[in-house]
């Protein structure tokens, strides 16, 4: 293969996982987003009568000895756990057999915002009730952000590169645009990526009920780009998906879902929190991510909003995407998933790329749920409350952190 050729590789995805406040898997998952169906619920896995949210959207009935070994279990996080299933269900579709032969041209690049913070806040209770000696021998490994790909690199045998982002809520975004262009640039020929996040503990919580980003509505929340959103939900889960450079895919008879055509991040570099008013950040990372496709904005069909609905994040976003598409911004499609599923953090936008390559195969656009009154600042077409048939074969998929991150992807039904 000539320089050029590697320089330019097309990038495919052969395989995806899901775990995510609506099911287990990928089948479940996507037939609770088309339904609009809601993972808000109660809080179960954190006690603590002082938090002022109504809910979370937690992972129900989640017992990780179904996916794994009990004893391993111990020994993750579990933001960890749920890495495994996800990475298991994409691997098990992609049907990627990992050899001698091959080990070493296959990557992995993981997101996550935090990693084991539930671990880290159980050690220090542990520590301070029994003292050093109760405390689990595996607790850093546990904790430290790259201890998912670290054991998924264990588990499957992957011994190419391995990495992890750690870019707040852009990193599933971001995991999934660095692997496609280790495989565009020819550095491996696939790549397990996507993203894991479980902060589901009160000092997180709380954290973001003090920043006041978070919805306090018992039902119904949240509320992405409507003009009573009030926050956003904090949900926990994993996505994963397989990526691989044509050749390779053919080569080997794997199934195609979509193409990755293009990748683009830019940083606000205005705010520890907040987005700028006009959204200027995120334009620009959709335009980069467009012109590194080769497409027009017009080419778009559906956007995949960040759409946390805190009311600062849905008004700058609607700003970037007009100052990205311009009017073809009226024309376009978009929805925030996270009215279904919550906010996942590091890894929402993985699980977003995800939902991007099910619309793409199904032909069909995820709704906006709980979206009642339009607010003037968020005048475009948010797919309410219902699923909706269409032709879909563009996708934007836009990811936005604290700290000013800001990381698009597109996503392309493969000809």
């Known amino acids: 293969m000539n320089n050029d050729a590697v320089s330019r590789r097309r990038v495919v995805i052969t395989g995806v996982g899901l775990i995510t406040p609506l099911g287990h898997n990928v089948p479940d998952t996507w037939a609770a987003i088309l ?24 992972v129900k009935n ?31 579709q992609a049907n990627l057999s990992i050899t001698d032969d091959n080990r070493e041209r296959i990557g992995i690049t993981i997101g996550t915002g935090v ?25 850093i490994t546990m904790i430290m952000p790259n201890g998912a790909a670290g054991m998924l690199a264990i588990e499957y045998g992957i011994t190419g590169p391995s990495t992890t982002i750690t870019t707040a809520c852009a990193a599933g975004n971001d995991a999934v ?9 020819g550095e491996v020929d696939a790549i397990l990526t996507g993203g894991t996040e479980c902060i589901m503990t009160s000092i997180a919580i709380g954290g973001f009920e003090r920043a006041g980003a978070t919805s306090t509505r018992s039902s119904n929340a949240p509320q992405p780009f409507d003009a009573n959103r009030d926050g956003l939900v904090i949900g926990e889960g994993a996505g994963m998906l397989v990526l691989e450079s044509l050749e390779h895919a053919q080569a080997r008879g794997a199934n195609i879902l ?101 619309a793409i195969r199904d032909q069909i656009l ?32 836009n990811a936005f952190g604290f700290g000013g991150h800001n990381a698009v992807l597109v996503i392309k039904e493969f000809e």
């Open 258 to 358: 979509a193409e990755i055509v293009g990748y683009g991040q830019t940083t606000d570099a205005f705010h520890i929190t907040a987005p700028p008013d006009d959204g200027s950040g995120a334009a620009r990372a959709i335009r980069k991510a467009l012109v590194d496709s080769g497409l027009r904005p017009e080419e778009v069909d559906y956007v995949s909003a960040h759409g946390t609905a805190t009311p600062l994040n849905d008004a700058a976003e609607t700003k970037a995407i007009k100052a990205a598409l311009g009017e073809h911004a009226y024309n376009v499609a978009i929805s925030s998933t996270k009215s279904m599923t919550g906010h996942i953090m590091g890894a929402t936008g993985a699980i977003e790329s995800v939902f991007c390559t099910l």
């Open 115 to 139: 990693g084991g913070m539930r671990t880290i806040v159980d050690q220090e209770d542990v520590l301070r009730e029994g003292g050093l000696r109760r405390l689990n021998p595996f607790g």
């Open 366 to 397: 995820p709704p906006t749920i709980n979206y009642s009154t339009p607010d003037p600042a968020c005048d475009l077409d948010y797919v309410p409350n219902t699923a909706r048939p269409a032709r879909v074969r563009v996708c934007l998929n």
């Open 62 to 92: 989640f017992d990780p000895a179904e996916y794994m070994d009990r004893k391993d279990a111990r020994r993750r996080d579990r933001y960890q756990q749920l890495a495994v299933v996800a990475a298991a269900e994409a691997m098990r």
């Open 177 to 185: 645009g660095h692997a496609f262009r280790s495989v565009r640039y």
């Open 35 to 58: 339904a609009g169906r809601s993972g808000f619920g109660p809080l179960t896995l954190v006690d603590n009568p002082n938090h002022t949210i109504g809910g979370l959207c937690e």
